[in-house]
């Protein structure tokens, strides 16, 4: 296995462009997971923990680089919630933001922030610059995106005037160390609530359905509750594996995304 260690973006997707099958190595939390079962054997490994550009994060612009960690005491905090459920504390301190964009599993638990944020993916390649893709062209299925073979994630673009109302939650078989059986973010603005949704479809989600029946009641009632949770759970497309069954994600989809409307509603 060939390893290039990239000093600068430059570097890094020069050495990319030179090797359209090498893989990127951020953290590696995801990588050598699949690197140690043997599941993957990459050729070519280009490292970037020594890519300080990618590491730079302001509240609209997050750089691929930045970790669970520094995300934890961000400035978004239905992120810095999400971040906190990440593994554990070495997990977080290596894993990055990055990262889980580029293993795209539906598990990923940033993945419903930058949904329910309409925040979009910057990718970058040597040979044409640039390019912002909204985050639901960029997630195309289950472990896969829309970004090339040359180009490298190099930040999450988040719109201005983000509001400040952001609730994460997620069910797993545990309380802590838990992949997402499913995982929900709730952000609520002046135009109402957006509910984006994780593991219950390939990519990240929106309930779109259930966010237009929820935005056209006057109050929040009990019963407008009860009728959201129930399009939340028809809304979603879970299938079943050794996490959970179909019913049961259906189920705590509506409950959680439920859940989350009450909580920041108060
Ligand atoms: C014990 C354990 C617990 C975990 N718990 C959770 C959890 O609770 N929630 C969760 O969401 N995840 C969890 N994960 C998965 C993992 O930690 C996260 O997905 C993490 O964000 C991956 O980031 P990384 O920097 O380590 O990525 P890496 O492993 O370095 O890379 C992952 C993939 O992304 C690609 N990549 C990395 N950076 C870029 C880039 N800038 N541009 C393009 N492609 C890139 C790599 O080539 C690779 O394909 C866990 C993993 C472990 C081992």
Redesign the pocket.
């Known amino acids: 296995m060939e390893f290039v260690a990239a000093h600068d973006l430059d570097e890094a997707l020069a050495a990319k462009a030179q090797r359209p099958e090498a ?11 699949e690197v140690n079962l043997a599941h993957h054997r990459p050729a070519s490994v280009v490292s ?1 923990r020594r890519v300080a550009d ?1 590491r730079d994060a302001s509240p609209n612009r997050i750089g ?2 930045v ?2 960690a520094r995300l934890e005491r961000g400035p978004h905090r239905g992120l810095a919630q999400a971040a906190r ?4 504390p070495q ?1 977080r301190a ?10 795209a ?1 539906p ?4 993945l419903p922030w930058i949904a329910a944020a309409d925040a979009s993916i910057e ?1 970058r390649s040597a040979a044409r610059g640039t390019r912002v893709i909204p985050w639901n062209e960029f997630f195309i299925g289950v472990k896969r995106t829309s ?1 090339l073979s040359d ?4 930040a999450v673009i988040v719109p201005d005037g983000l509001p400040e109302h952001q609730e994460f939650a997620k069910v797993g078989v545990r309380n802590a ?4 059986t499913v995982s929900c973010l709730v952000i609520r603005g002046d135009d109402g609530f957006r509910v984006a949704l994780g593991s219950v479809a390939p990519t990240p989600i929106r309930a779109s359905r259930a966010e237009e029946m929820i935005n056209a009641e006057s109050s929040i009632t009990a019963a407008a509750l009860d009728e959201f949770a129930r399009i939340v759970s028809q809304e979603v497309k879970p299938i079943s594996d050794h996490r959970s069954t179909e019913a049961y994600r259906r189920h705590a989809a509506g409950v959680l995304a439920r859940r989350l409307v009450e909580r920041s509603s108060r």
Do not use: H, K
């Open positions: 893989v990127f190595l951020a953290g590696g939390t995801d990588l050598m997971v970037l990618l691929a680089g970790t669970w459920t990440v593994g554990s997990i290596a894993g990055t933001i990055g990262g889980n964009i580029g293993t599993s598990a990923g638990d940033g990718a970004l180009e490298i994630v190099t160390m838990v992949i997402s």
